[in-house]
DNA sequence: CCTACCGATCGGTAGG
DNA sequence: CCTACCGATCGGTAGG
């Protein structure tokens, strides 16, 4: 093992005692909560007024906490956005796979033609779900954000949007190949993401269309159908 | 006359020593060279780092002036954000008028059934054309900055931006009864500029399809034809 | 998680 | 458009 780390393995195991500041061993129990209050504000302060934008003290202050606090819970400011960005990430696959599941049982003993617009329904219902119910503001971060990452980080997001988008491909191919998809299923993915993701700019939930109603126009656009 | 200026109206005409700071009295002729250049510097750098990501300083840098400088042309560092997305605007809308202006001669005799198709294939092709063009920051630096100006300067923009939809609306609605288009026109609008949009997230020019590809995918899309 | 603090940087200005 | 500068704010840290 590569790993030789300090000397602390030695030590025994029974509550070793933190000197200076208290390390937190697990993310998301006991006084995680601060942690999830953090993020929270932080998503919402970084959609507002982005993340140059906004500072910790700001972060800070939304969570009722003083301004050095939030270096307790995150290393850095840009690791505060990339854990906003990481978690919404996680959420967002984990709703989508709930939200597959539903679409899957109920049409399972009806005609093959229809799964795929059925699917393509679920998934566009589920991802306008996620960029526009309200308090959701992790990935209009993650969208719109994205350069004030690092590289690496990007890299590592870039996996989780994969993930993501892996159960939008086979049933575009379907679509495409039943005739009601007439793009390129490249292409017709990237500019489909862009049609739904925009709304975040534009969408009011207090007035104009709901959700189920834009997910039919979506539809209809992009398949002729609905 | 109402321009009363300073007493260097009584002063012999050669070479007006400014006191103080100079007046411009023009803002894009003479010197507005430099003005120029500083827009194109901050719309390259509001764009890669975000405007609370990017110093005057930086703009300053980057177009070989002293930090101080760019406030002898702009108000503020706000003021220089607008200008860019002000003069993104009106550039967009001329480039816009120009392209629909081609479509519509050369297919003037043909038959009247095809011409919304070309139409919306020349808004399409121009509007990638706007945001992906190289050196086209502008467009890309309003589309995603829009937070960090006032309201009463977004009010403005959004009136350039109905100038700019203008066009679509009649081209849209043709299709629409054509049966080319089968969602609502309003809620497509929004949809459509959204996939375009989006495109600025994603597109290399390095690499993968050309602009005029990019084009006929789309509109196979959102109309089923090309 | 708070107190108290640091060095760096920022937007902006006076005056020429 | 430069020089020289100001007050404010920023991300982050030591120490408890």
Redesign the pocket.
Known sequence: MPMDMTAEHTLPALQKRPR???RKSDEDRG?GN??GE?LRSAARLFRRKGFGG?????I?AAT??????P???F????ALLYAVMDEGMRSAISKQAAAMQQAACPGAGSSRGLAPVAQLRALIRNHFDILLGHGNDFIPVMLYEARSITRSQRAALAHLQGEYEAPWIPVLESLREGGLLKADVKIARLLIFGALNWSVQWFDRRKGASLDELTEQAMQLFTGTS
Chains 1, 2 share one sequence.
Do not use: I, N, V
């Not at 290393?75 to 840009?78: C, F, G, L, N, V």
């Open positions: 200076g500041r208290p006084d601060r942690r953090l906004t500072s910790t003290r700001d800070a009722g906490m003083r301004s050095g606090s270096f307790y819970h290393e850095s400011k840009q």
